[in-house]
């Protein structure tokens, strides 16, 4: 059983599209993540959402909106795509105990030609 | 803010030991976590430290120094599966959601 899952698994578009990606985690966390590694493998932080609230907004451009329609659900949805958003995407969820530690999703494969 | 350090690669052979080290400077502190990524797949966590020491899970084991912002995480009996890129990850004291800050991760390569 997949604990993390996103779709699509690759996306292939072209400049100036809109996309959405989607994630849903059946671990019954209530926080969720969003991630970008870039092509040197640095992975980033950009939004997190606590039981359908925003807790943290990283510096992204608001061309990039979280949506959480329920504490299972995290969708990205990206708009006027550029070249420099190719990049990896990982969704992720946190667990509730002390350590509070966080797994992540199969990531999306995001590239803007 | 925070900075993480770690190695770019390294190269170990099948069999040996191996230690890769993490040393970050950050305005709080409260837990340091070890990942591992397999090229092409997501970032799996290895280990959590948030106390002063040495923590063993099989093979892998973790050790962190609060006091010298350093922290290692090593690697007995290599296999070739190990051969992935290691991540470490700060988690600050504030900061709320559990924001973690991660090195850009260290590419170790298992030879024969």
């Known amino acids: 059983d997949t604990a993390v899952s996103q779709t699509p698994k690759y996306l292939v578009t072209q400049m100036g599209n809109d996309k959405s990606i989607k994630c849903e985690q059946n671990?019954?966390?209530?926080?969720m993540y969003w991630y970008k590694q870039d092509s040197k493998k640095f992975l980033k932080i950009m939004f997190s959402?606590?039981?359908?609230?925003?807790?943290i907004n990283e510096t992204v451009p608001n061309r990039f909106s979280p949506k959480s329609p329920d504490k299972a659900h995290l969708n990205l949805h990206i708009n006027s795509l550029e070249l420099g958003d190719s990049a990896v995407y990982f969704c992720?969820?946190?667990?509730?105990?002390?350590?509070?530690?966080?797994?992540f999703g199969p990531g999306t494969r995001l590239l803007v030609l | 803010g925070q900075n993480i350090d770690q190695p770019t690669e390294m190269t170990a052979t099948e069999g040996a030991i191996v230690q890769i080290n993490c040393t970050y400077q950050?305005?709080?502190?409260?837990?340091l976590f070890w990942y591992q990524q397999h090229a092409g797949e997501a970032p799996t966590f290895l280990s959590y430290n948030v106390l002063d020491g040495l923590e063993e899970k099989g093979r892998f084991s973790s050790f962190l120094s609060r006091s010298k912002g350093y922290s290692y995480l090593l690697l007995k009996e290599l296999q070739m599966k190990d051969s992935a890129s290691y991540l470490c990850?700060?988690?600050?004291?504030?900061?709320?959601?559990?924001?973690?800050?991660f090195g850009t991760g260290t590419q170790l390569k298992v030879e024969l």
């Open positions: 671990l019954g966390h209530d926080t």
């Open positions: 992720a969820s946190r667990t509730d105990t002390y350590q509070e530690t966080q797994y």
């Open positions: 990850a700060v988690r600050p004291l504030t900061g709320g959601g559990n924001k973690l800050t």
């Open positions: 950050t305005s709080g502190f409260n837990g």
């Open positions: 959402y606590n039981n359908k609230e925003l807790i």
